[in-house]
């Protein structure tokens, strides 16, 4: 099968109906998007893996299930092994090697565009003049989206090869052009 974004947004839909979810897999696609352009990769095929990184955790909304179980679901519908490894490797607990830039860029995007997101919807401009300093504030202080695992946020960058700044400072600006999608102010 032809991966397509329209495809791949087909069947992310077909078994996610929640908003945050969605804006969720919006976002992580909208930041491995940005480091597939950044380093000339197949941004269309990239962009895939990642709206289709949590695709079934309505279905198998624990660790348990998510995302081993969703990947002979994606097998049958046509997906190649390269995407569905991707989406496999997102999951730390199933501790499978992040051993493609891909992989490594959907981890690292996975963790800090919900929290980069979380961000923004306490500020009133939204993604608008937020700084990597603030949000590594936002990092220090345990309660504030606490379902943001900070370890894997560090490691996540660091697998990048990049200052946790930088990596921040790549992820605002991924999410900038889709803010309004994400219930956020448009810049
Ligand atoms: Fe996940
Ligand atoms: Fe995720």
């Known amino acids: 099968m032809e991966v397509t974004r329209a495809r791949a947004w087909e069947t992310l839909t077909r078994y996610t109906t929640g908003e945050s979810l969605l804006r969720h897999c919006l976002a992580v696609e909208a930041s491995v998007r940005w480091y597939a352009r950044r380093d000339g990769e197949d941004e269309e095929f990239w962009g895939c893996a990642a709206l289709l990184h949590d695709f079934d955790w309505e279905m198998h909304p624990t660790l348990e299930q998510h995302p081993a179980d969703g990947a002979p679901i994606l097998r ?16 730390e607990h199933l501790g499978l090697p992040r051993d493609t830039p891909l992989k490594r860029t959907l981890f690292a995007c996975d963790e800090l565009s919900g929290f980069v997101h979380a961000c923004g919807l306490v500020r009133p401009t939204g993604l ?31 697998e990048l090869g990049l200052e946790l700044d930088a990596h ?16 956020l102010p448009a810049g």
Do not use: W
């Open 128 to 158: 608008e003049g937020l700084t990597p300093k603030s949000v590594r504030k936002k990092l220090k202080q345990p309660a504030f989206a606490a379902g943001v695992n900070r370890e894997e946020v560090a490691m996540g960058a660091q």
């Open 76 to 91: 049958g519908e046509g997906y190649p092994e390269e995407l569905i490894e991707a989406v496999l490797s997102h999951a």
């Open 168 to 183: 921040v400072a790549n992820v605002i600006a991924a999410l900038q052009p889709i803010a309004a999608d994400l219930g």
